[in-house]
């Protein structure tokens, strides 16, 4: 979630959480993703990280009979909500630019322009996830273009302010 603040400084979050449950099949999928959120913080992202759960499911297939565990991302889309409010709620802001497509923030998002019709919101949708329903909700949102993705990725490789260097592994 991009905020721009009254002082036109922005205050950029962002959610997330590590995948430690597929470090099996990709054992250094959890390794890039934090070089990642330390590249980010070092600008002054403020990152929240959420959790997967890991859930027993059971094979549709009356015949089956087998279960399968499978991992969902918890808590991301509450936390954006409730960071929404937070800085409408604090005057941090007057406009909220959410990267999303996820159509659970919904219900947050009707809620703040509830409760803050001088507050404006817009949604970023990432390439390829537009959602009509979530356009409809806040009107000035826009699409990514997937050329933007190349144009505003870290340098390789990425120096932090205490001059760490982070390469960029090929899948950034």
Same mark, same amino acid.
């Given at each position: 979630?991009?905020? #721009?603040?009254?002082?036109?400084?922005?205050?950029?979050?962002?959610?997330?959480?590590?995948?430690? $449950?597929?470090?099996?099949?990709?054992?250094?999928?959890? #390794? =890039? $993703?934090?070089?990642?959120?330390?590249?980010?913080?070092?600008?002054?992202?403020?990152?929240?990280? !959420?959790?997967?759960?890991?859930?027993?499911? =059971?094979?549709?297939?009356?015949?089956?009979?087998?279960?399968?565990?499978? $991992?969902?991302?918890?808590?991301?889309?509450?936390?954006?909500?409730?960071?929404?409010?937070?800085?409408?709620?604090?005057?941090?802001?007057?406009?909220?630019?959410?990267?999303?497509?996820?159509?659970?923030?919904?219900?947050?998002? =009707?809620?703040?322009? !509830?409760?803050?019709?001088?507050?404006?919101?817009?949604?970023?949708?990432?390439?390829?996830? @537009?959602?009509?329903?979530?356009? +409809?909700?806040?009107?000035? !949102?826009?699409?990514?273009? @997937?050329?933007?993705?190349?144009?505003?990725?870290?340098?390789?490789?990425?120096?932090? *302010?205490?001059?760490?260097?982070?390469? +960029?592994?090929? *899948?950034?």
């Amino acid at each position: 979630m991009q905020l #721009a603040t009254k002082r036109n400084w922005p205050i950029s979050t962002i959610f997330s959480a590590l995948a430690t $449950h597929i470090e099996a099949l990709d054992p250094d999928v959890t #390794a =890039r $993703h934090r070089r990642l959120i330390k590249c980010l913080e070092d600008t002054g992202v403020i990152v929240g990280l !959420s959790r997967f759960k890991p859930r027993q499911i =059971r094979c549709p297939e009356p015949r089956c009979g087998k279960t399968f565990l499978k $991992h969902e991302e918890k808590e991301t889309d509450v936390a954006i909500a409730v960071k929404l409010l937070e800085v409408f709620l604090k005057n941090e802001c007057d406009t909220a630019v959410l990267v999303t497509g996820d159509t659970d923030l919904a219900p947050a998002v =009707r809620t703040a322009v !509830s409760l803050f019709p001088t507050k404006r919101i817009l949604f970023a949708f990432p390439y390829l996830r @537009k959602n009509k329903e979530l356009s +409809k909700l806040a009107p000035g !949102s826009f699409t990514i273009d @997937k050329s933007q993705y190349a144009k505003y990725q870290f340098p390789d490789p990425c120096i932090l *302010s205490d001059g760490t260097a982070i390469g +960029k592994p090929p *899948s950034w």
